[in-house]
């Protein structure tokens, strides 16, 4: 085989190494465990942008910078400067005819001056009137063809962009030429309408008259695109006007384009335009604020750049249902910004993309979700942040070198079964392949019958319940954020330190449900009244029965009494305050927590009469604690006490 190796030109790099989205999973993170959802935590990151070692913009460094285009924009100028121009350019011209006409004595003298005064106010009725004049002076005549060459010029650069310096020679075969290319390009919509079109007739075209688009269209959309804008935006120039200036200015163009041969192709490509772009605003208006006055291309030129600038806006906001960075368009991004901002939204864009084809987040009917592999992260970094937070002299090193369900060692083995987690006696392994025979070049092959585990002692499980309340009042007390993220830390705790314990995290508003680890991440509070502990604890209490030989744990995360439970019938009842059969109802369940041995301690968030009432009646009854903690210390606690019952144990 040869190979042959030539400069590296495009595309991606097939030397890179993987994307390193871990930082940015972490930064979502730090939203998401102080209570954001997944899609606002990933809005928020794509926002603020990566400040690291790439220092590249967010979405609200290009918003500012969009904006401010827009500012510049708005302020460069009026849009009636080629009115204004038209105008001073006829009184020039006509003032000049006087001044040559005044020290002539004659009749034809006071004749053509009547000529001058019956002349209309409007440029375009003005120049209708003059066309046919013929000039005595010929400073004024010089004057009036630098207004009607302005005109042309203005005119088709308002169509067609660039062609002022296309057309500034007066030379006729440019116009000429002008001519012929619209007469091909109406030509080639049409047959593209009959799809009889095709890439070498465009091509075809693109030689001939290239020149005149600077913007260098690829294919014929693209230059449909780039003509429509164009004419969207002469279209928003008139509907910006008075209406005295719109009707003097469409009588100009139209009158210009007349005189030179060019309304009907000009009629024949509006036509084409707007039936294939009919979603631009045509006819929406558009102000200019500043005070200079600005030609009607310029003026053209700057409408296109703001309808982009807006559509551009709306994209960069991201604040529509569904909305993805892949909606932003390039193109316009360029156009506005420049290269670098184009560059800074596709490093943003390798964030998304990155985040969702390396599993850690997952759209689901236009809704952004974590995958459980995102979810373990994020658990573990709640549990860095908890165990960070915990004074190491008197907690002492959490960190379990013996996690698992093995105790220490008997000394004796057995064949290894599904399901166990003692450690494998490699020696007895090996021992016991060798002995069911080696192969001819002495290689031994293992089968599952030759497993040995090592006997450890008996350690004891747990059954583990945390009853987390997301009733309203938790996101109103701002607890909300810390019960998530104790609920998040005690899941990893659990599932990395201590695999044999069973775990069980309840969240309970006016019903209770059970919340799967992969949930907690983006789990919200919910927006209703009713604090139904008395349901939390029944479905707590069939968890702990299905695992009677486990060591009961129930651990109650709360910011207010009892003010629902549970009907027979399956319905909810909601009172406040507390009406006696709630707490009655409330109650038997934590008597029944107690006659199943289960500890029940209470991490009370507010600082209410009522909630210190009713929990010192639980921990009277039951024998449990009742732990006061600031929200910020929340987790702290809660890890702690789980941690001081595994080592009790």
């Not at 003005?126 to 060459?149: G, K, M």
């Not at 030379?171 to 002008?178: C, I, K, N, Q």
């Not at 021992?431 to 008996?458: H, K, M, P, Y």
């Amino acid at each position: 085989m040869s190979y042959r190796y030539g400069e590296y030109r495009d595309g991606p790099d097939p030397l890179a190494p993987p994307y390193d989205v871990r930082s940015a999973l972490d930064r979502m993170g730090d939203s998401i465990l102080s209570g954001a959802n997944p899609g606002h935590a990933l809005r928020d990151l794509l926002k603020q942008g990566l400040p690291g070692a790439e220092n590249r913009r967010g979405l609200d460094d290009l918003l500012r910078e969009v904006r401010r285009r827009r500012r510049e924009l708005r302020e460069r100028g009026r849009l009636d400067g080629t009115l204004e121009r038209a105008r001073a350019l006829l009184d020039k011209a006509i003032g000049q005819e006087r001044a040559e006409l005044f020290p002539d004595p004659s009749d034809e003298a006071r004749f053509r001056e009547t000529q001058l005064d019956l002349v209309p106010d409007d440029p375009a009725g003005a120049i209708q009137s003059l066309s046919d004049y013929r000039w005595r002076s010929e400073a004024a005549r010089r004057t009036f063809e630098e207004l009607r060459d302005l005109l042309r010029r203005e005119v088709l650069d308002s169509q067609f962009r660039g062609m002022k310096q296309a057309l500034a020679d007066p030379d006729p075969a440019a116009l000429e030429r002008v001519r012929a290319m619209m007469s091909e390009l109406n030509d080639m919509l049409d047959r593209d309408a009959r799809g009889e079109h095709s890439q070498d007739d465009f091509d075809r075209f693109m030689s001939k008259y290239g020149d005149m688009f600077p913007e260098s269209p690829r294919n014929l959309e693209e230059l449909v695109d780039i003509l429509a804008r164009r004419a969207a935006a002469t279209q928003r120039l008139l509907a910006s006007l008075t209406p005295r200036q719109r009707e003097e200015l469409a009588a100009l163009v139209n009158q210009t384009l007349e005189q030179e041969g060019l309304a009907e192709q000009m009629r024949r490509l509006g036509e084409s335009l707007h039936a294939r772009r009919p979603d631009l605003a045509w006819n929406t208006p558009e102000r200019l604020t500043g005070e200079q006055p600005i030609g009607m291309g310029d003026a053209v030129t700057a409408l296109d750049e703001l309808a982009d600038l807006t559509q551009l806006e709306a994209a960069l906001r991201q604040d529509y249902p569904g909305a993805r960075l892949d909606d932003v368009d390039e193109a316009a991004v360029r156009r506005a910004l420049g290269r670098s901002a184009v560059d800074d939204l596709e490093a943003l864009k390798q964030i998304e993309r990155e985040l969702e084809q390396q599993g850690y987040l997952l759209r689901r009917r236009g809704r952004l979700e974590l995958t459980p592999k995102a979810v373990r992260r994020l658990g573990e970094t709640a549990l860095r942040r908890v165990f960070a937070s915990l004074d190491a002299g008197r907690r002492g090193d959490h960190d379990q070198v013996d996690a698992g369900a093995a105790g220490e060692l008997t000394g004796s083995t057995r064949p290894w079964r599904f399901g166990d987690e003692q450690p494998i006696d490699v020696v007895r392994t090996v021992v016991n392949g060798v002995r069911r025979g080696a192969s001819r070049t002495g290689a031994v092959t293992l089968t599952v019958d030759d497993f040995e585990v090592a006997e450890t002692e008996r350690r004891t499980a747990a059954a583990v319940c945390l009853l987390v309340d997301l009733s309203y009042s938790m996101a109103l007390r701002g607890t909300w954020a810390a019960a998530k993220q104790t609920a998040m830390a005690l899941q990893a705790l659990v599932a990395s330190k201590f695999p044999q314990d069973s775990v069980q995290i309840v969240g309970f508003s006016n019903y209770a449900r059970v919340l799967q680890p992969d949930e907690l991440a983006g789990l919200e509070w919910d927006m209703v009244q009713g604090t139904n502990l008395h349901h939390a604890l029944l479905i707590a209490g069939r968890h702990l029965d299905r695992h009677p030989d486990f060591e009961p744990v129930v651990l109650v995360v709360t910011d207010g009494e009892p003010t629902s439970h549970l009907r027979r019938n399956g319905s909810y009842a909601f009172e406040w305050p507390p009406t006696p059969e709630t707490l009655e109802l409330t109650l038997s369940e934590v008597d029944k927590m107690t006659r199943r041995r289960a500890t029940l301690n209470v991490f009370m968030l507010a600082e209410d009469d009522r909630l210190k009432e009713f929990v010192d009646e639980v921990a009277r009854r039951n024998g449990g604690r009742v732990f006061s903690p600031s929200p910020d210390r929340l987790g702290e606690y809660v890890v702690s006490d789980f941690l001081r019952a595994r080592r009790a144990r």
